[in-house]
């Protein structure tokens, strides 16, 4: 077995390597994503091993490169789109909305989309303005796409793959304040036996508060966890993966145990993710609960200057802040 201590970022890298070997139809376009490597390097090395016609630098601009890719999709390729920034996808979100989003539903079935969006999402980096976006809402939210977001190096490299390899056009946001973290990844197990792309996962369990998170936050919380249990709390951390469709199959049976929950996102709260998980939760598992569904996320304004986002951004003592207050009750 070969496992290796890969950033997130590697991992990704290696999961987009790994597709194109396995899949000529796999093409990789977006802006500098071949000779540079892209801003981040995810996809450095790529188009010196597989060529300028399978990793392609496109000019910038985001509808262009996302109308491009919905021809190539109804023609039977895998087009992997990457946008720079988060903050730079709202140019493509007509063609992603009103195209890559309705053209199974348009058609009858007929047509597939097989493609994936990758979006570097979330502030923590001390960026400029429109490049710590958390637009995971407006996709959710939009019927005919699915949305996802690893937390971790070996879920990156297994998701990226698995969503290639679907048939549904899938937004893959990536915590771009975690692409240097380190983890071990299983570089040799077969993906028809990895952990389904949809699917939550519990990353610790506990018995005291239920907490969802995804993407960037899930590191987060585990600190949480680990300074809530020297406190005497245990706290049980799912990790929700897959934001539409929503599996809180594992939510509502920790939530029935421990009967307090807290949702932690970096997006603005006002009808956030964490709203749809607050009314699901409370409607499932409402005589179990012992207090409100709380959320801890970020403040209801643009994304703020980068001296200042460490203040916007939800933190270990923001999180224990809500698991005290669910204990309140």
Not at 81 to 96: K, L, M, S
Not at 267 to 278: D, R, T, V, Y
């Amino acid at each position: 077995m070969a496992t290796e201590t890969l950033t997130l970022g590697k991992a990704l890298n290696t999961g987009l390597r790994r597709a194109l070997e396995n899949d000529p139809k796999v093409i990789i376009m977006g802006e500098d994503v071949g000779k540079l490597g892209g801003v981040f390097r995810i996809t450095d090395g790529l188009q010196k091993d597989f060529g300028d016609q399978r990793v392609i630098d496109t000019p910038l601009a985001e509808s262009g490169i996302i109308g491009t890719a919905v021809g190539l999709a109804i023609r039977g390729f895998r087009p992997v789109c990457e946008i720079q920034f988060d903050g730079f996808v709202y140019p493509a979100y007509d063609q992603i909305v009103s195209q890559v989003a309705k053209m199974h539903y348009r058609s009858r079935g007929k047509l597939n989309i097989p493609m994936v969006i990758r979006i570097p999402f979330g502030g923590g980096i001390g960026a400029v303005e429109h490049h710590s976006e958390s637009p995971e809402a407006y996709f959710a939210h939009t019927a005919g796409l699915k949305v996802v977001s690893c937390a971790n190096p070996q879920d990156a490299y297994v998701m990226i793959q698995q969503a290639i390899a679907s048939d549904d056009p899938i937004v893959f946001l990536e915590p771009k304040r975690r692409y240097w973290e380190k983890g071990q990844v299983d570089l040799d197990a077969p993906l028809s036996d990895a952990y389904p792309l949809h699917s939550a996962r519990v990353v610790r369990p506990g018995t005291d508060v239920t907490v969802l998170a995804y993407g960037p936050m899930v590191r987060t919380c585990l600190e949480a966890a680990t300074a809530a249990a020297e406190d005497g709390r245990e706290l049980e951390v799912i990790d929700l993966r897959s934001l539409s469709p929503l599996d809180l199959t594992a939510a509502y049976e920790s939530v029935k145990r421990t009967g307090r929950a807290v949702v932690v996102h970096e997006a603005p709260s006002n009808i956030g993710l964490g709203a749809e998980l607050a009314a699901r939760i409370t409607e499932e598992c409402f005589y179990s609960l012992e207090s409100p569904v709380l959320r801890v996320t970020g403040f209801d304004i643009p994304y703020p200057a980068a001296r200042v986002e460490e203040e916007f951004l939800p933190d270990l003592d923001r999180v224990l802040d809500a698991v005290d207050r669910t204990f309140g009750w």
